[in-house]
């Protein structure tokens, strides 16, 4: 009964995560110890507990979540992303079509702009998940103090991580999201690929490390390849996916704040305020940004089949579904940790202490509190500003 119970709740999670049905007997083929569950059990089960993808919810409500993602971000996405970003944040059962509907009538310039884009695909091959890892920083967002480094895997297109703070570039800080990732997995890529800037040396020397007793013919010096960035295929693409999908709106949040006057990267309590005000926010948005990405459905290429389609996460932890296999390898604790002591620098805190004392001083004197939308976090902004450049 226990059993039943873990695999029904389970069901329902999958269904609240977008999963179609064959996708959530597949999965539930894993819990059920390899007895696979009929179709005609889910629609019984997702019944039971009124679920179904024809049962829609209230239209207020789905007007409402919508009228809410277009104020941020969501401005920037197609309704296929908007799609599943009410059905997996808000909870919400909607129909794509009426998404697609909703959006032309809500939101008729941002369909009009996305409609002239026209996505150009290379071609790109990989044996399995962590067969090969993609690494790289991105800068579009750095003139303000929002410093991005992100790695994808190469054959399933899962974000392995997507960190923001005061560097992308130092050495020690990049190497400390390598290591963490590393032991979220409980392993390493057979490759790595990288840049060859400064930042990645310390990650080269780390993997190198973790992988000089494998007998594999990508161990030790061949485990960490060098190139151009341009030429890091996988990364490179994905950026594209990220401006399209929330660092775009961000890059105009910020510009209008320049352009106005209320931001300058030459004054001092700018430059500490902006990041103390909305680094927590941009975090938590492409924590968002890199869970949905690893959630939707990435449909078949007629230019490229060496590509599998599907969800980054199902790819990922499920490759036996395409026909390939995991290449991780695993890691021995000690040796994780020696990596560790060897290249791993503490993550920067996201403005100074002193800054951060005194801001929270103001707050308290102005019972104000830390931001949770981009709006709350201008306003946070524009009152420290001014509170402080009382004081000099």
């Not at 829609?56 to 992303?81: P, Q």
């Not at 990645?200 to 020397?205: D, G, K, L, S």
């Not at 790819?315 to 390898?329: I, N, S, V």
């Amino acid at each position: 009964m226990a059993d039943n119970d873990l695999r029904n709740h389970m069901i329902e999670e999958y269904f609240h995560l977008g999963f179609n049905y064959k996708e959530i007997i597949d999965c539930c083929l894993f819990l059920n110890n390899g007895i696979p569950l009929s179709l005609r059990q889910l629609k019984r089960i997702l019944a039971n507990k009124n679920l179904g993808r024809r049962r829609f919810s209230n239209l207020d409500e789905i007007a409402e979540a919508m009228e809410e993602e277009l104020k941020g971000s969501g401005s920037i996405v197609g309704y296929r992303s908007m799609w599943q970003r009410l059905v997996v944040d808000h909870k919400l059962s909607v129909s794509k079509e009426f998404v697609r509907n909703a959006l032309r009538i809500m939101d008729p310039e941002g369909v009009q702009r996305r409609s002239r884009h026209r996505l150009q695909r290379r071609q790109y091959h990989a044996k399995g998940p962590n067969f090969i890892w993609h690494l790289d920083g991105y800068d579009k967002l750095k003139p303000y103090g929002f410093c991005i480094h992100g790695c994808i895997d190469g054959y399933s297109r899962k974000i392995m991580w997507l960190e923001v703070g005061r560097t992308n570039n130092h050495p020690g800080v990049v190497a400390s999201y390598f290591i963490n990732c590393v032991q979220n997995v409980g392993g390493t890529a057979s490759v790595i690929r990288g840049d060859m800037g400064t930042e990645n040396v310390r990650i080269a020397a780390i993997q190198r490390y973790l992988r000089h007793e494998e007998g594999d013919s990508w161990s030790g010096e061949k485990s960490f390849l060098y190139g151009r960035s341009v030429a890091n295929q996988r990364i490179e693409a994905w950026w594209g996916q990220l401006r399209r999908g929330a660092s775009d709106w961000w890059i105009t949040h910020f510009k209008d704040l320049r352009d106005r006057g209320l931001y300058c990267d030459a004054n001092a309590v700018h430059e500490e305020c902006l990041p103390f005000c909305y680094m927590a926010i941009i975090r938590e948005e492409l924590q968002r940004v890199a869970r949905l990405w690893n959630l939707h459905r990435i449909r078949p290429s007629t230019g490229n089949n060496s590509s599998p389609h599907g969800r980054p996460c199902l790819l990922y932890h499920h490759p036996e579904m395409t026909g390939a296999t995991d290449c991780k390898h695993d890691i021995d604790i000690d040796d994780l940790e020696v990596a560790r002591d060897m290249g791993c620098d503490d993550l920067p805190l996201d403005s100074s202490p002193e800054f951060n004392a005194l801001a929270e001083v103001i707050m308290t004197e102005e019972d104000l509190r830390m931001p949770e939308n981009a709006n709350e976090a201008k306003n946070l902004y524009l009152i420290l500003v001014n509170e402080i450049e009382k004081l000099l």
